[in-house]
């Protein structure tokens, strides 16, 4: 089922008005700082498509960015506000800029994405009376000291809460608290039409192999995302001369795929780590790479080697619906997403010599387990981390909104 085909109509219909009994399509309002790439983003103009596709009428309001001409290919609307200010007064401005928007508009939910706009829109939807709801993506720095809590906890004030993870859902439940009759676990959804190894053409990658240098002899191991420091690159470079040791029969390539986004220094370590354990011919930061399905289908094993628990982890998922063996350290988000010896393997933190053992043991699987392994990844996406998983999840919360609203009303 493609998203297209998501229709629960039932979320996509108000309460009937007061004159008339008749019902209309829902009217549902995003907030959000941007919309340029993250998660986050993309989360957002994946349920905005959802909204769309199931006849409701899908705004987003954001300071702007490269998605917003997504949003109007498929009959979104954005509105430019500058909702990644976090200065009081723009902050205020926002909320009397969100209520004018609300009754123009006719909304019927304002669902918020991140902590500035949100406190903008907890206001605006007290104002306008409608549903606010929230989406809690991350653990949010500084969240052990009182008066950052303080601000972190607009995520949990939402008529209706979604965390992206059990995780997340632990995490709130630790240190915000939160009425179980609001709280809803939504996983980010992967796009398994776009992640499909049947879709992925010779020529794509024969244009990426040549673009790294690949000659389809070697193994290759990968770690994309954004070259930060808590993915653990260091963790996995360190892990990577026993595997040469056990398996030095056959070359091996480690692609570090992401941008630095600016950290040159971090960038910098790295190439002296690769040096001093004479992995210069090993190791390649080959940086932004705009066909991922592709780089996965050249990959042997992907691994996730995060030192911090990753609030969801979208890399594993994308990984095990392109069919690799997924590689992840065993904490945050990868504990829901990956399944231990059937689909991908977990190992402790930091742990180099469990990194190094799990790797040679993925590389050295045979072709028939190595395709049992794959079918079962890409399967367990589809069942649920998918588009279509999130698409439905998030319709339902909105759902429980509009039926709590008009309880309240009554």
Same mark, same amino acid.
């Given at each position: 089922?493609?998203?297209?085909?998501?229709?629960?109509?039932?979320?996509?219909?108000?309460?009937?008005?007061?004159?008339?009994?008749?019902?209309?399509?829902?009217?549902?309002?995003?907030?959000?700082?941007?919309?340029?790439?993250?998660?986050?983003?993309?989360?957002?103009?994946?349920?905005?498509?959802?909204?769309?596709?199931?006849?409701?009428?899908?705004?987003?309001?954001?300071?702007?960015?490269?998605?917003?001409?997504?949003?109007?290919?498929?009959?979104?609307?954005?509105? #430019?506000?500058?909702?990644?200010?976090?200065?009081?007064?723009?902050?205020?401005? #926002?909320?009397? /800029?969100?209520?004018?928007?609300?009754?123009?508009?006719?909304?019927?939910?304002?669902?918020?994405?991140?902590?500035?706009?949100?406190?903008?829109?907890?206001?605006?939807?007290?104002?306008?009376?409608?549903?606010?709801?929230?989406?809690?993506?991350?653990?949010?720095?500084?969240?052990?000291?009182?008066? =950052?809590?303080?601000?972190?906890?607009?995520?949990?004030?939402?008529?209706?809460?979604?965390?992206?993870?059990?995780?997340?859902?632990?995490?709130?439940?630790?240190?915000?608290?939160?009425?179980?009759?609001?709280?809803?676990?939504?996983?980010?959804?992967?796009?398994?039409?776009?992640?499909?190894?049947?879709?992925?053409?010779?020529?794509?990658?024969?244009?990426?192999?040549?673009?790294?240098?690949? #000659?389809?002899?070697?193994?290759?191991?990968?770690?994309?995302?954004?070259?930060?420091?808590?993915?653990?690159?260091?963790?996995?470079?360190? /892990?990577?001369?026993?595997?040469?040791?056990?398996?030095?029969?056959?070359?091996?390539?480690?692609?570090?795929?992401?941008?630095?986004?600016?950290?040159?220094?971090?960038?910098?370590?790295?190439?002296?780590?690769?040096?001093?354990?004479?992995?210069?011919?090993?190791?390649?930061?080959?940086?932004?790479?705009?066909?991922?399905?592709?780089?996965?289908?050249?990959?042997?094993?992907?691994?996730?080697?995060?030192?911090?628990?990753?609030?969801?982890?979208?890399?594993?998922?994308?990984?095990?619906?392109?069919?690799?063996?997924?590689?992840?350290?065993?904490?945050?988000?990868?504990?829901?997403?990956?399944?231990?010896?059937?689909?991908?393997?977990?190992?402790?933190?930091?742990?180099?010599?469990?990194?190094?053992?799990?790797?040679?043991?993925?590389?050295?699987?045979?072709?028939? =387990?190595?395709?049992?392994?794959?079918?079962?990844?890409?399967?367990?996406?589809?069942?649920?981390?998918?588009?279509?998983?999130?698409?439905?999840?998030?319709?339902?919360?909105?759902?429980?909104?509009?039926?709590?609203?008009?309880?309240?009303?009554?």
């Amino acid at each position: 089922m493609s998203a297209s085909e998501v229709t629960t109509e039932t979320v996509y219909r108000s309460e009937p008005q007061a004159q008339g009994g008749d019902y209309r399509p829902a009217v549902i309002l995003q907030v959000l700082p941007e919309l340029d790439a993250g998660g986050v983003e993309r989360g957002t103009v994946d349920i905005a498509r959802a909204i769309v596709d199931g006849g409701g009428k899908a705004l987003v309001a954001s300071q702007g960015g490269r998605l917003e001409r997504e949003l109007a290919r498929f009959g979104a609307t954005h509105i #430019n506000l500058p909702l990644k200010s976090k200065n009081i007064l723009t902050m205020r401005k #926002n909320v009397d /800029a969100l209520v004018k928007l609300i009754r123009e508009e006719g909304v019927d939910i304002i669902h918020a994405r991140s902590r500035a706009p949100a406190w903008s829109a907890y206001f605006a939807a007290r104002k306008a009376g409608i549903p606010f709801v929230t989406t809690f993506h991350g653990t949010y720095s500084g969240y052990k000291n009182p008066f =950052k809590r303080r601000y972190n906890a607009i995520m949990t004030m939402g008529d209706q809460v979604i965390a992206i993870s059990k995780h997340i859902a632990n995490h709130i439940n630790k240190y915000y608290k939160v009425d179980p009759e609001r709280l809803n676990i939504v996983p980010r959804g992967t796009n398994v039409d776009l992640f499909n190894p049947e879709n992925v053409s010779q020529e794509r990658l024969i244009t990426l192999s040549n673009q790294w240098r690949l #000659n389809g002899e070697e193994y290759v191991i990968m770690l994309p995302g954004r070259i930060t420091r808590w993915k653990g690159h260091f963790f996995l470079i360190r /892990a990577l001369p026993a595997v040469l040791k056990e398996l030095g029969h056959r070359k091996i390539r480690c692609l570090i795929v992401g941008s630095d986004q600016g950290r040159a220094g971090y960038r910098d370590e790295l190439l002296q780590l690769t040096g001093k354990l004479g992995l210069e011919d090993i190791v390649h930061i080959v940086d932004h790479c705009s066909d991922m399905p592709a780089a996965y289908m050249l990959a042997d094993v992907v691994a996730c080697p995060s030192i911090e628990p990753e609030a969801f982890g979208r890399i594993p998922s994308e990984a095990q619906a392109m069919g690799r063996p997924v590689v992840s350290t065993a904490h945050g988000g990868a504990m829901e997403t990956v399944l231990p010896g059937e689909t991908g393997w977990l190992v402790s933190p930091n742990e180099v010599e469990q990194l190094s053992r799990a790797l040679i043991q993925v590389l050295s699987l045979t072709p028939e =387990k190595r395709a049992r392994l794959a079918a079962k990844g890409r399967q367990h996406v589809i069942d649920e981390f998918s588009l279509e998983q999130m698409a439905e999840r998030t319709l339902g919360v909105y759902a429980k909104a509009l039926k709590r609203a008009s309880r309240t009303a009554a």
